[in-house]
């Protein structure tokens, strides 16, 4: 190393801190120099829309930067680049009344006017779809999408479910505002319940196109109930029969599902279960059972056997 840097410089290495000082300068030299000279270049840079925001509103997004090509000195467009003490170029859209369409010509002065120290060759850019709607409001219920949730087995929902606030204001396009349902169901992130849920759900519903919503958010309360089966084992009773008739089954097991906090209430000795024999059509099929009388706030219940046959002689 020694050998290559005096074969290099022809100075010894204790010269080392010397001639890299002279390099440093010579680097702050050239890049002051080149600073100095004009360049033509392509930069990406902000802009502003500007219209009575109070009024109207964009149906969709407007870009907040345009690519446009530029010539002047390089430290102007180091700034520029480097968006060090700028604005963004304000497109005033008043004077381009009646045009839903925005061409590179349309938006090339703005860019000059407001950008006096570089010279703006062109504005490199699609036509871009100013869309302005006059600015309106609609009031909207919250309602839960009770599809994108279930309860745990086990368990049931019991209604009604709370959304706190029940209602927000929407802000947005009259053309949109106009589509919005009066009601928005809101999706609950947790797909099984396996307890009470009570959270702030966001209210993001970027389906609807650019909106604006009073509230951010909307806290939903869900309660679940827990179940408890309860199995009673009832006599199979034969009515409306012609004479004596026997069955295979005498016995039929009823499984009752019913809030928990019923239990202690629930009156089961009126159920019953019986075969109707005037409905009965053919001897040698099974028979369904038919289950009478049950209880009222049962959830669900399943007997065992569904079916009988008549025992034959």
Same mark, same amino acid.
């Given at each position: 190393m020694k050998q290559l840097f005096i074969r290099i410089f022809g100075k010894p290495p204790k010269e080392y801190p010397a001639i890299l000082v002279c390099l440093f300068m010579a680097g702050v030299i050239w890049f002051f120099n080149a600073m100095n000279k004009e360049y033509t270049t392509q930069i990406k840079y902000p802009v502003h829309f500007n219209f009575d925001e109070e009024r109207l509103t964009s149906v969709g997004e407007l870009p907040d930067k345009l690519k446009v090509n530029v010539t002047g000195q390089g430290w102007n467009l180091l700034k520029r680049s480097l968006y060090y003490n700028v604005k963004p170029v304000e497109i005033r859209t008043a004077g381009f009344a009646g045009k839903r369409f925005l061409t590179s010509p349309d938006l090339l002065p703005s860019f000059t006017?407001?950008?006096?120290?570089?010279?703006? !060759?062109?504005?490199?850019?699609?036509?871009?779809?100013?869309?302005? !709607?006059r600015l309106v409001t609609k009031r909207v219920q919250l309602i839960a999408d009770t599809s994108s949730f279930k309860a745990a087995a086990g368990y049931k929902i019991q209604y009604p479910i709370t959304l706190t606030p029940a209602y927000t204001e929407v802000s947005g396009a009259s053309s949109i505002i106009a589509k919005l349902p009066n009601s928005i169901k809101v999706t609950i992130p947790t797909n099984t319940l396996t307890g009470n849920f009570e959270e702030a759900v966001p209210l993001d519903f970027k389906e609807f196109g650019n909106l604006k919503f009073k509230n951010k958010s909307v806290v939903v309360g869900i309660k679940l109930i827990k179940l408890k089966e309860i199995s009673v084992e009832v006599p199979i009773q034969v009515i409306n029969a012609k004479g004596e008739v026997k069955l295979s089954d005498s016995v039929a097991t009823i499984v009752l599902i019913v809030p928990e906090e019923q239990v202690a209430t629930l009156k089961t000795d009126s159920i019953s279960v019986v075969v109707d024999m005037k409905e009965v059509t053919d001897l040698n099929k099974p028979i369904t059972l038919k289950v009478k009388n049950l209880p009222r706030g049962l959830e669900q219940y399943s007997i065992e056997p569904a079916t009988t046959n008549l025992e034959k002689e």
């Amino acid at each position: 190393m020694k050998q290559l840097f005096i074969r290099i410089f022809g100075k010894p290495p204790k010269e080392y801190p010397a001639i890299l000082v002279c390099l440093f300068m010579a680097g702050v030299i050239w890049f002051f120099n080149a600073m100095n000279k004009e360049y033509t270049t392509q930069i990406k840079y902000p802009v502003h829309f500007n219209f009575d925001e109070e009024r109207l509103t964009s149906v969709g997004e407007l870009p907040d930067k345009l690519k446009v090509n530029v010539t002047g000195q390089g430290w102007n467009l180091l700034k520029r680049s480097l968006y060090y003490n700028v604005k963004p170029v304000e497109i005033r859209t008043a004077g381009f009344a009646g045009k839903r369409f925005l061409t590179s010509p349309d938006l090339l002065p703005s860019f000059t006017a407001q950008m006096p120290e570089l010279k703006v !060759n062109y504005v490199i850019s699609d036509s871009i779809l100013v869309n302005l !709607n006059r600015l309106v409001t609609k009031r909207v219920q919250l309602i839960a999408d009770t599809s994108s949730f279930k309860a745990a087995a086990g368990y049931k929902i019991q209604y009604p479910i709370t959304l706190t606030p029940a209602y927000t204001e929407v802000s947005g396009a009259s053309s949109i505002i106009a589509k919005l349902p009066n009601s928005i169901k809101v999706t609950i992130p947790t797909n099984t319940l396996t307890g009470n849920f009570e959270e702030a759900v966001p209210l993001d519903f970027k389906e609807f196109g650019n909106l604006k919503f009073k509230n951010k958010s909307v806290v939903v309360g869900i309660k679940l109930i827990k179940l408890k089966e309860i199995s009673v084992e009832v006599p199979i009773q034969v009515i409306n029969a012609k004479g004596e008739v026997k069955l295979s089954d005498s016995v039929a097991t009823i499984v009752l599902i019913v809030p928990e906090e019923q239990v202690a209430t629930l009156k089961t000795d009126s159920i019953s279960v019986v075969v109707d024999m005037k409905e009965v059509t053919d001897l040698n099929k099974p028979i369904t059972l038919k289950v009478k009388n049950l209880p009222r706030g049962l959830e669900q219940y399943s007997i065992e056997p569904a079916t009988t046959n008549l025992e034959k002689e």
